[in-house]
């Protein structure tokens, strides 16, 4: 096992879901936590609950899709923050879930420069460090919808491809470091990302949920940490993790 106690975990949209889930996890470890994310207030409330249990928390408020906002908070980190030992890539969202011919461009484009651009930023920001310490790990946050396409998600799947292609290539230019890279590709979780989909739609949220049992935000969080645990010299390249009655993006058996 990799034991993580006082190493330096950063998880990108922590403030909710998954991200949140993943700081829990990291700190039951005993990680230092770097948190970032846009919202503040919930930021500020993860820490005083972590910090309550005795761990060390860095927040940063932060839009991954600024790229100058991005490269000025790494660098700015002080010295007993930049040994980043794990960095997971989270921050992302759906927006819509309109065919091509009738979507909304500012749409796409909040998913690309989230999902994809984002990443990259954070990405090119983080790993320097790690290929000079010769140490770290990468786990980006893929989704289901990097391995199929279905209608009405195009533009999502297609920057969930990206980071799936991203991961690959990542462990193609980190060959011969020591330096792992994964993807945890989750099916459907019940978190705030259908709400964000459909724009504080609360009640067509749900009924994605509706008459099957999710995957929580902590099921994904003990998978990542199953990742980063894994002894040195073990990658767990990818990890696609469903709903027991989901088959595929769009084939899931529901109770009436
Ligand atoms: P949530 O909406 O619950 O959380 C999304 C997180 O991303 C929030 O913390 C949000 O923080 C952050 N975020 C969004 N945009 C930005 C930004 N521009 N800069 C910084 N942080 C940002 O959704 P999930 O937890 O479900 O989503 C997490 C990841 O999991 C995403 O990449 C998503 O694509 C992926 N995923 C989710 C699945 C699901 O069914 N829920 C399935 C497969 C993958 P804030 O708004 O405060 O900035
Ligand atoms: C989120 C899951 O099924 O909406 O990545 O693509 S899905």
Redesign the pocket.
């Known amino acids: 096992m990799t034991d993580l106690r006082n190493r330096v975990v950063f998880i990108t949209g922590a403030s909710a879901g998954i991200g949140r889930a993943c700081a829990r996890a990291f700190g039951k470890l005993g990680c230092r936590l770097i948190l970032a994310a846009r919202r503040q207030d919930r930021l500020d409330d993860l820490k005083k609950e972590l910090e309550a249990i005795g761990l060390e928390v860095f927040s940063l408020t932060l839009d991954v899709r600024d790229r100058g906002q991005v490269e000025g908070a790494v660098a700015s980190l002080s010295r007993e923050w930049q040994g980043i030992e794990v960095l997971v890539n989270n921050a992302g969202l759906?927006r819509g879930l309109d065919k091509i011919h009738e979507g909304e461009v500012e749409d796409w484009e909040e998913m690309i420069d989230t999902n994809l651009k984002g990443l990259l930023y954070v990405t090119r920001a983080v790993l320097p460090g790690m290929v000079k310490r010769n140490r770290g790990h990468i786990i980006n946050i893929g989704?289901?919808?990097g391995r199929e396409v279905?209608q009405g998600?195009v533009v999502?799947?297609a920057t969930?491809h990206a980071v799936r292609t991203i991961t690959l290539g990542l462990r193609l230019d980190l060959l011969g470091t020591d330096i792992r890279v994964t993807t945890v590709d989750?099916?459907?979780v019940e978190t705030e990302?259908s709400i964000v989909r459909f724009r504080g739609g609360v009640e067509r949220a749900r009924e994605v949920y509706e008459g099957l049992q999710p995957l929580t935000a902590e099921d994904i969080a003990d998978a990542v940490v199953y990742c980063a645990t894994r002894p040195p010299h073990v990658n767990i390249s990818e990890v696609v993790v469903m709903p027991t009655h989901q088959a595929a993006?769009t084939r899931v058996f529901r109770r009436k």
């Open positions: 759906a989704s289901i919808a279905y998600g999502y799947c969930k989750p099916g459907m990302f993006a």
